[in-house]
């Protein structure tokens, strides 16, 4: 009886007490005791060491750096802090650690394959608002796909840093020594098979010479058009049209006398006329190949993605994002931060000498002076018309969880049928029925 | 019989304090459970993190609560629940605004620590239970609770909410580790419900046996009634009695007044025929004095009566201000017997109660008649003044006197009636007769002003 039946005033203290809880509980929630405590503004950024696009790289703090002297020569009140020496394969945990122990940094980096999982657990602030105050930033200085990246259901979480599409790498010296003429940029995939066919004809002279490397299920079943998994890769539809004439088009590519290859250096070989390749590893390659000036005796360039019979020519962009944390304290400071990383020209800039792939930014990736400098600097041509053409054709590759182990599901499906003989739609029909199975398995 | 009833009520308390404990044990247990889950969680996140693990448990629960969070939420969540819960309501909006803040809290309570059987939907189902409404509404709380209870115990909140998936952390230990705290936690639910069970038939005992004392109340309720009753009556015969003494009062007044008034003319008038009869032979001419002196004496006794009459209606006194009915006593008097009658009041004779009223003017009336009819005064002097907090009447003629002082009727009802007040009165009859009355004065001296407006109006 200690605890009830008290006088009625002692009512309200209890319910205003209770009601000071509850506030206290929401303020717990909102963080406000990191408010409290906090002195002068900090800005954490969570950054991983090398590079994303798994090339080698010296230069992994440079561009950020750069980045934070110049937003701290525009916000001296504001310091900028980063943790050095994250490897890209500890990143994410990392950043899990962080979200945890409720020390997320403000404004972080997303790989495009995490940006799914940051997403579900509400790790990233939505930043429509940003966008929509601010007058200095503009979404149409972005190539429009990679804006997609950090976009879900019309709300912007992440602003693209860098990205990188993926390519069709052609050996020139080869094409021409067998007199074949490359298409134009919206060439299909008969174009590709043609020249295929006619570089894999063996003559007498020539030595082992092969039409395509690499070329896979993925970059067929983008070219055509497929869309495979829905949001969240809980369902897979492997019984289109467009798969079937993936499939047919793939297994044409392996049936010519010099189809398939297995060493993957064969395009450096110089004996193999097409691979596909992101943009990244193209200037890595290059780079580091007109620096030593002896890798490869022939002369490589790119172009787009040969069009499916019922596609386009689409190439499968990489996107690296900026996204700023749900909890930051300083939001408009981390909006501010992410702007410098993503719409200084200046900044966007140091990606063509510090990195590997190309600016999100139209204006900086197609500038011609930009592309003089590369020319001379690195011998990296860039092509405005073709790598506009792909970008703006290019497609956002949906990630999701246990991707890997579901595309090697999807990867063996594609195979095994090559393999088989038997009819494809009824292959692809019990094919279909496998992955489901095994995407139930995996929830 | 008190005895007795001390009895049953520790017997009351006892069963009272049976069921407030096991809803306090319920409380503690709850409380336990809340502690115990949300420690283990917050201490197996904490280990995910420890073993670099961090991000296969983010991408497999969704989690995005910072780990110490959980516990601390949870508890002050508990708390405010508490404080809710031990708030006494007074009526149905009161009741129905609590379980809707109680509710609230439990949701929050079961997102934040995923406690997947929300046995504390059973410490508000317990809470309503305690309080004093009727059944069929109690059922609709009931039906209703089991409703929000079963929301909450399918997995439909889990699919829209993003609640902390407990078994999900909980692989952090190894495999034994873990069936022995879910174990841990099944047996405490299961406690918890016993203790529910427990409480619920506790408490329809007690108020089984509230019940029972009710009707005991009630019976002893009528009982004392009944008595009541019976006082009432003999209360009415009372009054009865001293009714029928009032009317025995009154008829001994009127016998005295008609011994004052009628009597005494009639008394004269036959003595005074008497004479007459005896001297109409003897002397006519002075048989004619005679009778002219009769035709007075008879005359007189008509006013007398005429005033009695007067004086006896009550309202004779009450339509006049007391003074004026004095004044018109002594204009009455002085028009019809040619006394000359001095009046003389140096104080104001407002604010005294009907009876006092009564006993002056009668006391003023009683003597001028008196000083006329025995003492054959042709003057007489009232004077009224006021010493201190006595009122004193002074009541003096120029009669004949008297040197033994015979106590008749009315000078023994004068002082009946002073006597009555607390009023003393004096008489002396050696130069004429004077008699002196002195009533104690029982109000105050003011508001004199206002009382002469009322009696006006009264007029």
């Given at each position: 009886m200690k605890f009830f039946g008290e006088k009625r005033i002692r009512r309200r203290y209890r319910l205003i007490l209770c009601f000071v809880l509850m506030i206290f509980v929401l303020l717990l929630i909102n963080n406000f005791h990191k408010k409290v405590y906090e002195r002068k503004k900090v800005l954490r950024v969570g950054v991983f060491t090398g590079s994303y696009w798994n090339r080698y790289n010296g230069n992994s703090y440079k561009i950020l750096n750069d980045a934070i002297a110049e937003y701290e020569k525009k916000h001296p009140d504001v310091s900028v802090e980063y943790v050095n020496g994250i490897t890209r394969d500890n990143y994410e945990e990392w950043l899990a650690e962080k979200m945890v122990l409720g020390d997320m940094p403000d404004v972080f980096f997303v790989p495009s394959g995490d940006f799914n999982i940051f997403l579900n657990i509400g790790a990233m602030k939505n930043l429509n608002g940003f966008i929509r105050k601010d007058k200095d930033f503009s979404e149409s200085k972005f190539y429009e796909k990679t804006l997609l990246c950090g976009k879900n259901k019309n709300?912007?979480?992440?602003?693209?840093?860098?990205?990188?599409?993926?390519?069709?790498?052609?050996?020139?010296?080869?094409?021409n020594q067998n007199g074949i003429m490359l298409a134009g940029k919206d060439w299909t995939w008969s174009d590709f098979y043609n020249i295929c066919e006619k570089v894999c004809v063996r003559t007498s002279t020539s030595i082992d010479q092969y039409g395509?490397?690499?070329?896979?299920?993925?970059?067929?079943?983008?070219?055509?058009?497929?869309?495979?998994?829905?949001?969240?890769?809980?369902?897979?539809?492997?019984?289109?049209?467009?798969?079937?004439?993936?499939?047919?088009?793939?297994?044409?590519?392996?049936?010519?006398?010099?189809?398939?290859?297995?060493?993957?250096?064969?395009?450096?070989?110089?004996?193999?006329?097409?691979?596909?390749?992101?943009?990244?590893?193209?200037?890595?390659?290059?780079?580091?190949?007109?620096?030593?000036?002896?890798?490869?005796?022939?002369?490589?360039?790119?172009?787009?993605?040969?069009?499916?019979?019922?596609?386009?020519?689409?190439?499968?962009?990489?996107?690296?994002?900026v996204a700023m944390s749900d909890d930051t304290l300083n939001p408009d400071a981390a909006w501010d931060f992410i702007k410098v990383l993503t719409c200084s020209d200046k900044i966007q800039k140091e990606i063509f000498d510090y990195s590997e792939g190309l600016s999100p930014l139209r204006e900086v990736t197609e500038d011609d002076d930009l592309s003089k400098y590369m020319r001379e600097e690195y011998g990296i041509v860039l092509d405005k018309v073709i790598i506009s053409e792909v970008m703006d054709n290019a497609e956002v590759q949906n990630r999701f969880q246990n991707q890997e182990?579901?595309?090697?599901?999807v990867g063996n499906a594609v195979n095994s049928i090559l393999e088989a003989n038997s009819n494809i739609q009824m292959e692809q029909i019990i094919w279909n029925r496998r992955i489901n199975d095994y995407l139930k398995k995996l929830k | 019989m008190t005895f007795e009833r001390s009895i049953e009520a520790s017997a009351e308390d006892r069963i009272d304090k049976v069921s407030d404990k096991l809803f306090e044990l319920m409380l503690l247990f709850n409380g336990i459970i809340i502690i115990f889950n949300t420690l283990i969680t917050s201490h197996a996140i904490y280990g995910f993190v420890k073993e670099g693990d961090a991000f296969s448990l983010i991408t497999r629960c969704q989690l995005n609560i910072v780990y110490w969070k959980?516990?601390?939420?949870?508890?002050?969540?508990?708390?405010?629940?508490?404080l809710i819960l031990s708030i006494e309501c007074h009526n149905h909006?009161?009741?129905?605004?609590?379980?809707?803040?109680?509710?609230?809290?439990?949701?929050?309570?079961?997102?934040?620590?995923?406690?997947?059987?929300?046995?504390?939907?059973?410490?508000?189902?317990?809470?309503?239970?305690r309080n004093r409404i009727d059944w069929k509404k109690k059922l609709i709380y009931i039906v209703g609770l089991t409703i929000f209870d079963l929301l909450l115990s399918s997995s439909l909140p889990a699919t829209y909410l993003n609640i902390t998936p407990v078994s999900v952390i909980w692989t952090y230990y190894r495999k034994d580790i873990s069936s022995a705290l879910s174990g841990a936690m099944n047996m405490m639910f299961l406690i918890n419900v016993f203790i529910f069970i427990l409480y619920m038939v506790f408490l329809t005992l007690e108020q089984m046996s509230e019940k029972e004392r009710i009707a005991m109340l009630y019976k002893e309720l009528s009982k004392a009634n009944a008595q009541l009753e019976d006082a009432n009556k003999r209360l009415e015969e009372y009054t009865e009695e001293s009714v029928r003494a009032a009317e025995t009062r009154e008829r001994n007044r009127f016998a005295q007044e008609i011994h004052d008034t009628l009597g005494h003319a009639l008394t004269g008038i036959v003595t005074g025929v008497e004479a007459c009869i005896m001297l109409m032979d003897i002397a006519p001419e002075a048989t004619k004095e005679q009778l002219k002196a009769i035709e007075e004496v008879a005359r007189q006794g008509i006013t007398d009566v005429r005033q009695s009459v007067k004086a006896l209606r009550p309202d004779a006194l009450e339509r006049l201000a007391l003074e004026d009915a004095i004044l018109k006593i002594v204009d009455e008097t002085q028009r019809s017997t040619g006394v000359k009658i001095d009046f003389e009041c140096s104080t104001s004779l407002m604010n005294f109660s009907q009876d006092e009223e009564e006993a002056i003017y009668r006391i003023v009336q009683e003597s001028v008649t008196n000083a006329i009819?025995?003492?054959?005064?042709?003057?007489?002097?009232?004077?009224?003044?006021?010493?201190?907090?006595?009122?004193?009447?002074?009541?003096?003629?120029?009669?004949?006197?008297?040197g033994k002082i015979h106590k008749g009727f009315g000078l023994h009802h004068m002082e009946e009636r002073l006597n009555l007040l607390n009023g003393r009165l004096e008489y002396e009859g050696s130069d004429g007769f004077t008699i002196n009355a002195s009533i104690p004065i029982r109000w105050g001296n003011s508001d004199e002003d206002g009382n002469i407006a009322e009696v006006k109006d009264n007029d």
């Open positions: 709300s912007q979480y992440a602003i693209p840093y860098e990205c990188s599409p993926t390519m069709m790498m052609v050996n020139e010296t080869l094409l395509t490397i690499n070329y896979g299920w993925k970059d067929a079943f983008t070219s055509n058009k497929v869309k495979l998994f829905n949001k969240n890769a809980t369902k897979c539809d492997f019984t289109g049209n467009n798969i079937y004439e993936s499939i047919i088009f793939l297994e044409r590519l392996s049936k010519l006398p010099q189809g398939r290859v297995t060493s993957a250096t064969d395009f450096y070989k110089g004996i193999v006329a097409f691979e596909p390749m992101l943009f990244s590893t193209y200037r890595s390659y290059k780079a580091r190949d007109f620096g030593t000036n002896n890798y490869t005796d022939f002369e490589w360039k790119y172009t787009t993605m040969p069009a499916g019979t019922s596609g386009d020519n689409i190439s499968r962009l990489d996107t690296l994002c182990d579901i595309e090697a599901e | 959980i516990p601390s939420i949870a508890i002050m969540l508990y708390i405010g629940l508490l909006i009161e009741l129905i605004s609590k379980i809707w803040i109680e509710g609230m809290i439990v949701c929050g309570i079961v997102i934040i620590t995923g406690i997947t059987y929300n046995i504390i939907v059973l410490l508000i189902f317990a809470d309503v239970m009819r025995h003492g054959k005064a042709t003057e007489i002097k009232i004077k009224i003044t006021r010493e201190n907090e006595l009122l004193k009447i002074n009541i003096k003629d120029n009669g004949i006197g008297c």
